[in-house]
């Protein structure tokens, strides 16, 4: 009779400690995982969170990327902070309501592209040709040292992160309303300014 006590305890014991597992990660943790990804600039973990085919892609290749445009992303997500709270759940859908903080881009490119404007204008009427190549870079770099400028002004934006169940696992639906958040505020500048491609996930 001991014996079975103790057997029938263990099985008890051993079932709890596997039960809050058994079911994959909730997806409160799967979108804190995912930003954390983001944040920490590991593309290739955090595509595994991802649900898009175009996002996921994207991410993929920026593993492998060195140039100065992926930089500047990754210095986005790198001065971001966030947090996760309320989550909605309904069969294979999800919501998780998160506050997600980083520097507002838009501020910094609206001042840069004023900047670039006053320089083409003063070497138009200089009559010196515009090397396109050297300009792109400047302005690259421009963005760096913003984003990177001690002072440089923050925005915080709400968003319902969408998270759908593919094959049992939670997986981050990337929509326009989280990239505008994680990147604040660069999309939207995108959606605004007309074939002009801001959005480092794809569309």
């Known amino acids: 009779m001991k014996k079975t006590f103790i057997f029938m305890t263990t099985i008890i014991i051993a079932f709890s400690l596997t039960a809050c597992n058994l079911f994959g990660p909730s997806p409160d943790e799967v979108a804190t995982d995912f930003l954390t990804s983001v944040q920490k600039g590991d593309w290739e973990k955090a595509s595994k969170y991802v649900n898009n085919k ?81 300009v792109e870079k400047e302005m690259t770099n421009k963005l760096i040292a913003g984003v990177n400028e001690p ?25 326009q309303e989280l990239l505008n958040a994680l990147t604040g505020g660069l999309t939207s500048i995108g959606e605004e300014m007309e074939g002009n491609k801001l959005n480092p996930f794809g569309k």
């Not at 998780?96 to 009427?125: H, N, R, W, Y």
């Open 54 to 134: 175009d996002s996921k892609k994207t991410l993929k290749e920026l593993t492998s990327s060195k140039d100065e445009e992926t930089k500047f992303i990754q210095d986005i997500f790198k001065k971001m902070s966030f947090t996760v709270g309320k989550v909605n759940e309904a069969d294979k859908k999800a919501t998780v309501e998160s506050t997600i903080k980083t520097v507002d881009t838009k501020i910094i490119l609206g001042t840069i592209i004023q900047e670039a404007m006053q320089e083409a204008l003063t070497q138009a009427f200089s009559g010196e040709e515009t090397d396109d190549a050297a």
């Open 151 to 175: 002072s440089a002004k923050k925005v915080t934006n709400k968003v319902k992160i969408n998270l759908v169940k593919v094959n049992g696992d939670w997986k981050v639906d990337v929509d």
